[in-house]
């Protein structure tokens, strides 16, 4: 069984401190990215969430100003922002905004977790800033004169503080997977997991990312991932700024990649891990498993902690997105299929834990993956004299 080097460092990405008028802004790794994906606006533009549109991208880089928490869960709906990691400070920020605005802060944090039900971090994000609130609120006590502009300052803090780990997560999450990256290495990956999802520099494109400055990666195929083609569109984009070879290829071309002995390892990231190890990502990376699996590639999730939901027992329970028929039965706003109809159209689907290979988070990589591999990383400690032969947790 492979085993990963041990974390030599974790490198926490910062946000700039704040000047004029944006502060928190989360620079990508890409070059000549003038727009980040989410920055904070304090006044007089402010307070308000700017985001990169990306569902403009790759043909135009322009951005959203959401003055309040609706127009938030609108972007959010509508993929403006989107990525498990980035939502998490989305929704943070978005907790922040309503304080900022005197607004009611527990009512927007419920409608901002609503906005996307499979995605666990937008829930998490908006709950810990909500809990910030609240601390901050009991901590000046009822008699403060400026208590709503205290707490609206410990909701924003708080959301600054879960960019500043998610930068560090994405560090760790490289350093650690990429022991599992073999020289030369023909990476398969699906939908969009870099710096357009995180604070930092992604998730399972921040593995790739370390590959690629190693010297250990050859090709990276990206699918475009039907039906809104956020590998053609947004992986691409990224990897063209941060000059890796790759290749996109219709969702329906990966078995033939297969076949050809073309895939040395698959990298995709996640939306929701269950207990039990099951992952909900972007639909059609269960496919891309089954595949894995059939010709014995390496089937490797990214993603951080705040991704795995012991609430959630097993994929049965997660709940899927699923999107409008016109996502599918239309194309670039054309219709692609007769009037009226109907369209299956999952955001995402679940992978069983067995089909996967290991789980790489910003603590260790879980191999095998199970219950009891992502029990060790959630407690933070080791078994006791060392895990037992059948698990394997690298920290």
Not at 278 to 287: E, L, P, Q, R
Not at 290 to 298: D, F, M, N, R, T
Request: neutral net charge.
């Amino acid at each position: 069984m492979r085993r990963l080097a041990p974390i030599l460092a974790l490198r926490a990405r910062s946000a700039p401190s704040s000047r004029g008028s944006r502060a928190g802004a989360f620079r990508r790794h890409t070059r000549d990215v003038d727009i980040p994906a989410l920055s904070w606006l304090d006044p007089p533009r402010g307070p308000a969430v700017e985001l990169l549109d990306q569902t403009r991208l790759p043909a135009q880089e322009a951005t959203v100003t959401c003055t309040d928490v609706p127009a938030l869960v609108d972007a959010i709906r509508r993929l403006v922002v989107r990525g498990a990691p980035l939502l998490g400070v989305a929704g943070a920020f978005g907790v922040a905004l309503a304080a900022s605005r005197g607004d009611d802060v527990a009512q927007a944090a419920a409608a901002i977790e609503a906005a996307r039900p499979t995605a666990v971090n937008l829930g998490w994000g908006a709950r810990r800033a909500l809990a910030a609130y609240r601390r901050a609120s009991q901590a000046a006590g009822e008699g403060h004169e400026d208590l709503k502009r205290v707490a609206a300052r410990g909701a924003l803090a708080e959301a600054r503080l879960i960019a500043a780990e998610d930068a560090a997560a994405s560090a760790a999450m490289a350093a650690n997977g990429l022991g599992l990256i073999p020289p030369d290495a023909r990476v398969l990956t699906h939908c969009n997991t870099g710096g357009l999802v995180s604070a930092g520099d992604g998730t399972a494109f921040a593995v790739i990312l370390a590959a690629h400055r190693a010297g250990r990666l050859a090709m990276l195929w990206v699918d475009e991932t039907r039906p809104l083609l956020q590998g053609a569109r947004l992986t691409a984009y990224e990897a063209r700024r941060a000059g890796i070879a790759h290749t996109v290829l219709a969702d329906s071309a990966a078995a033939s990649l297969f076949a050809a002995g073309e895939v040395d390892v698959v990298l995709t990231g996640a939306d929701r891990i269950a207990a039990d190890g099951s992952v909900a990502n972007k639909v059609g990376t269960y496919g891309l498993a089954v595949l894995a699996s059939y010709h014995q590639v390496p089937f490797v999730v990214v993603a951080p902690m705040s991704t795995i939901d012991p609430d959630t027992p097993d994929g049965a329970a997660i709940i899927v997105e699923h999107r409008p028929a016109e996502e599918v039965t239309c194309i670039a706003g054309q219709p692609a299929a007769p009037g009226g109809t109907s369209a299956y159209n999952p955001a995402f689907d679940v992978t069983p834990a067995g089909l996967l290979t290991a789980i790489v988070t910003e603590r260790g990589v879980a191999q095998p993956v199970n219950a009891g591999t992502l029990r060790v990383l959630s407690a933070g400690s080791s078994f006791a004299g060392g895990p037992p032969a059948d698990v394997y947790v690298e920290r």
